[in-house]
């Protein structure tokens, strides 16, 4: 049970570094998608009169039927809003060395923007809609496979790919 006085909730608008992986836990049936997410801050410096952009990189990480919904519906460069808490594990890497990520554990992941396929008032085939997201589940496996190669954790003030 949560702590009255307490609250672990993130909420994130930005725009997908690369399409979401999607796997599926040896254990079982439980099925996961990561991708990283990017958010641009802009800072204005008044002595100087130059305003700098600042991206930085989250990693999030989405289960069950959303998973399935991401990896379906998400590509490189697509807006979305992303709704979820923090979440720390630690492991051991090939090497034997203790590793620690921090990462969103998603329950919400929301379509943002115009819709794919050209201007409006042009006629394009439409795609069908992307069903309505699930209700988020608690996973029963809280512990998955690492990603020692995930993109968007080389970090710093690179810009955006796309």
Not at 10 to 33: C, H, M, N, T
């Amino acid at each position: 049970m949560r702590d009255v006085n307490s609250l672990n909730k993130v909420i994130l608008v930005g725009r997908l570094g690369q399409k979401p992986e999607l796997r599926v836990l040896p254990q079982g049936d439980r099925s996961f998608a990561r991708f990283s997410l990017a958010t641009n801050e802009k800072s204005y410096n008044p002595t100087t009169n130059e305003s700098t952009m600042k991206v930085e990189w989250h990693r999030i990480v989405v289960w069950g039927k959303q998973a399935e919904f991401c990896e379906r519906y998400l590509d490189q460069g697509r807006q979305v809003l992303v709704e979820g808490k923090l979440r720390t594990r630690s492991w051991q890497d090939k090497d034997g060395n203790k590793r620690t990520s921090t990462e969103i554990e998603a329950f919400n992941v929301i379509l943002l923007g115009r819709r794919e396929g050209g201007p409006e008032g042009e006629h394009h085939e439409r795609r069908p809609a992307p069903p309505t997201t699930p209700a988020y589940q608690d996973p029963a496996v809280t512990d998955f496979p690492a990603d020692e190669d995930a993109p968007g954790d080389a970090g710093g003030d690179d810009e955006v790919p796309f």
